[in-house]
């Protein structure tokens, strides 16, 4: 079992900039690709981000490039989600998720452990 706890979300001006974190309870952190996604009152979670098990690889979805960079840490059991620019319309709440797999995973109904999510609230 995977326990992930994201921090760092909050209320920001549009224009402005946050970085999530994500911190999992696991010994074989390296061993897993880890995603961020994104729910907005009355819609579908949408996927953000993800990056591969040595942080080699990234995936973002297209609203989101450019602004956000996905990263981690192996040696702090952590991943990251730096968002700059930030619009209105990214104002969510935000989940990692974690994956055992060597793989990049950009679709929510396979990865394995999800964190509780932490808000972030963009205003204009």
């Known amino acids: 079992q995977v326990q992930l706890v994201e921090s760092g979300g909050g209320l920001v001006q549009a224009g402005g900039s946050l970085r999530l974190s994500c911190v999992a309870s696991t010994r074989s952190f390296s061993g897993y690709a880890m995603g961020w996604f994104r729910q907005a009152p009355g819609k579908e979670r949408e996927f953000v981000a993800a990056i591969s098990w040595k942080g080699l690889r990234t995936y973002y979805t297209d609203s989101v490039k450019g602004r956000f960079t996905i990263s981690r840490d192996n040696a702090k059991n952590t991943v990251y989600l730096q968002m700059s620019s930030l619009e209105p319309e990214d104002t969510a709440v935000y989940y990692c998720?974690?994956?055992?797999?060597?793989?990049?995973?950009?679709?929510?109904?396979?990865?394995?452990?999800w964190g509780q999510g932490t808000q972030v609230t963009v205003s204009s």
């Open positions: 998720a974690a994956k055992s797999t060597i793989l990049v995973v950009t679709t929510a109904p396979e990865y394995d452990y």
